[in-house]
């Protein structure tokens, strides 16, 4: 069952925060657990990335072959705030504890298989 990430961040170096967004973006459309990766910015200095995945390997998989361009992502801009939708599996619910700007939010009402 696929998952959904939204996270908002606040940016204090645009030229630099675009480009890593840019490299995430194309890093992404190569990845074949990684369904949905769109950026979006309803104000200056504020985005937000909408992330779909099939499952927790493939976000876990994002996440390291990324990690250099979310670690220079950090030094451009603040994540204030980010939500994990689905499934949540206890590595998932571990790691939402350890990334106190994240919140976890399980279905409820999935539809059967």
Request: proline share 4%.
């Amino acid at each position: 069952m696929s998952f959904y990430v939204r996270a908002r961040f606040d940016v204090h170096d645009h030229h630099g925060f675009e480009e890593v967004a840019r490299a995430l973006r194309d890093q992404a459309a190569s990845e074949p657990g990684t369904l949905t990766y769109r950026w979006f910015s309803g104000e200056p200095g504020s985005y937000v990335v909408i992330e779909e995945y099939a499952d927790v390997d493939a976000a876990f998989a994002h996440n390291d072959r990324g990690a250099a361009l979310l670690e220079r992502g950090g030094e451009c801009a603040d994540m204030v705030e980010a939500e994990i939708y689905g499934d949540i599996t206890d590595e998932l619910w571990d790691w939402v504890a350890a990334n106190p700007v994240f919140t976890a939010y399980p279905e409820v009402f999935a539809q059967p298989d």
